[in-house]
């Protein structure tokens, strides 16, 4: 059981190392929404959104990363309220760690 604690806590330091870093990220998606989703802002997020959901879920954060994939969706199918909806769910998700 120790083992895991010491995992836990690794993983927990890393994604606090890691969270300045995952919050560009989420900038990059806000910074698509402020643009109306036109390009190029819209395709950086696309390859954010992409790396977030990779990211969080190697991170074991299953909810980030869902919240992600609904953002990378709403970007492909360019529906703004739904990019929204899934960055402020994906920040508050990465801000309470």
């Known amino acids: 059981m120790q083992e895991a604690d010491e995992l836990q806590a690794v993983i927990a330091a890393m994604f606090a ?34 790396t977030l959901v990779g990211t ?4 074991g954060r299953p909810e980030a990363s869902d919240a992600a994939r609904l953002a990378e969706s709403g970007l492909e199918s360019r529906d703004r309220d739904v990019v929204c909806a899934a960055v402020e769910r994906l920040r508050a998700e990465i801000e309470a760690g």
Do not use: C, K, M, N
């Not at 995952?22 to 190029?40: F, G, N, Y």
């Not at 969080?56 to 991170?59: A, R």
């Open 17 to 50: 190392s890691a969270r300045p870093r995952l919050l560009a990220r989420v900038e990059a998606l806000e910074a698509a929404v402020t643009a109306d989703l036109r390009e190029p802002e819209r395709a950086e997020a696309l390859i954010q959104a992409h």
């Open 56 to 59: 969080l879920g190697t991170f």
